[in-house]
């Protein structure tokens, strides 16, 4: 089987915010003083240009400004950015470009240029709209600012955004968990990312638990009542944890579960690229810190490390990717973007199939609800042996 380049992304990482939250293990620090904005912008098109060999004449079909809070970036550093870049890559027609935004850093005039400089969707990391709630997860703002953010990214001009709430938070109801679904829907966002709060290793929530985080049951009674009012309110749920009216999905992340290629540049970002030229699949990671990345970016020493992803893993990596989507993946594109043939799972797929945690449809696999419950022993099928 023959490996064909899929399409595209770019990830940029931004590794700063105001205040660390208690429950975040992302690459984030906590900014102090002056942030070094231009030397970072400097840095990502240093990195940007030292990873270019990997992509030549290839188009770039989404960009994903995430963190650490891109949205600490002042508008006239994201411009200089995307123009450098886009003087280095060709970038789609219609390239989706989004911005992930912590409404504690909304100021007036901020959306305007953010959207001048090419931002096309936003995606606000809302978490809750109740205010002991937020205050608990040591958030930087109440839900009237989260509000007030939205509607200024509104008046604009951004109709295309998202919104990330968490539930089965410390001390949450179902009746709270309904309730901040309610709020977002008054928002009229096209997409919502509704998180289960997980306790990540190494954050001051794994050392210390919080009081009052639902069980099991409980989060997942949270769960299904909180999916039916998103279905009711017209968003389809297409992955675990992501939500879209008709249409609006996020195509950087479909890319990146759909098993397609990403550059990643910035503090601690990773990538993954197909590599026609000798049939392989590289992924490249770069230095966490954002000084030593600063001092080092565009030179090999700012790789945190990379490898070619052996062809006996590649079909594990692929189905931990797509079995998080609704709609599963094609045996197509299995073959196209592991350069692995079908047969090579089949014994597998009969497995999953015979479980009933996968169904097979024509060239189709989808998860089952059963399989999706248990995603982990469905992937784990196909762990290289
Ligand atoms: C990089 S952050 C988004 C933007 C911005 N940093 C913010 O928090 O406002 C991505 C999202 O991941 C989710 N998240 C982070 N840590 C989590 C955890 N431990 N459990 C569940 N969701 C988490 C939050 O919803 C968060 O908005
Ligand atoms: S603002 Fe976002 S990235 Fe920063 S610490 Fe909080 S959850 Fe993590």
Redesign the pocket.
Same mark, same amino acid.
Not at 23 to 26: L, Q, R
Not at 195 to 200: I, M, P, S
């Given at each position: 089987m023959t490996l064909a380049p899929p399409p595209l992304s770019l990830y940029v990482h931004i590794p700063w915010?105001v205040r660390k939250?208690p429950?975040? #293990?992302?690459n984030?620090h906590e900014g102090r003083g002056e942030l070094p904005f231009a030397a970072y912008v400097d840095a990502l098109l240093a990195d940007l240009d030292f990873d270019l060999p990997l992509v030549w004449g290839r188009t770039v079909q989404s960009v994903f400004f995430?963190?650490?809070?891109p949205s600490l970036m002042p508008p006239e550093f994201i411009d200089r950015f995307l123009q450098g870049a886009s003087s280095r890559l060709r970038f789609a027609p219609g390239c989706e470009i989004t911005l992930?935004?912590?409404?504690g850093t909304a100021e007036h005039g901020r959306f305007e240029g953010y959207r001048d400089a090419g931002i096309n969707r936003l995606?606000?990391?809302i978490?809750s709209f109740d205010d002991g709630c937020l205050q608990r997860l040591g958030r930087i703002h109440d839900s009237a600012e989260a509000e007030a953010a939205v509607k200024l990214a509104q008046d604009a001009g951004f109709d295309n955004f998202n919104l #990330?709430?968490?539930y089965a938070l410390p001390q949450q109801t179902l009746a709270m968990a309904e309730h901040d679904l309610e709020r977002a829907f008054a928002l009229q966002p096209t997409h919502i990312?509704h998180?289960?709060?997980?306790?990540?290793p190494n954050?001051v929530?794994a050392a210390r638990p919080p009081a009052g985080i639902p069980d099991d049951d409980g989060s997942w009674d949270m769960q299904e009542h909180c999916q039916v009012l998103l279905a009711q309110a017209g968003y389809r749920q297409y992955e675990v944890s992501a939500y879209a009216q008709a249409g609006r999905e996020c195509a950087h992340n479909l890319n990146y579960w759909k098993y397609g290629d990403y550059l990643g540049i910035g503090a601690g970002a990773h990538g993954k690229i197909t590599l026609g030229h000798d049939q392989s699949i590289l992924r490249r990671w770069k230095l966490k810190h954002p000084t030593r990345y600063l001092a080092e970016a565009g030179r090999d020493r700012a790789i945190g490390g990379d490898e070619r992803i052996p062809p006996e893993r590649r079909a594990f990596e692929f189905m931990l990717n797509t079995l998080r989507l609704v709609d599963g993946f094609s045996l197509t594109g299995f073959e196209a973007r592991t350069g692995l043939s079908r047969t090579a799972i089949e014994p597998q797929l009969q497995a999953a199939l015979a479980n009933h945690w996968l169904t097979l449809e024509s060239d189709r696999v989808r998860p089952t609800e059963l399989g999706r419950r248990f995603t982990n022993d469905v992937v784990g099928l196909f762990l290289e042996e």
């Open positions: 915010c939250c429950y975040c #293990d992302f984030s995430g963190g650490g809070t992930e935004t912590n409404p995606s606000f990391g978490q #990330d709430l968490m990312s998180y289960q709060l997980t306790l990540e954050t929530f």
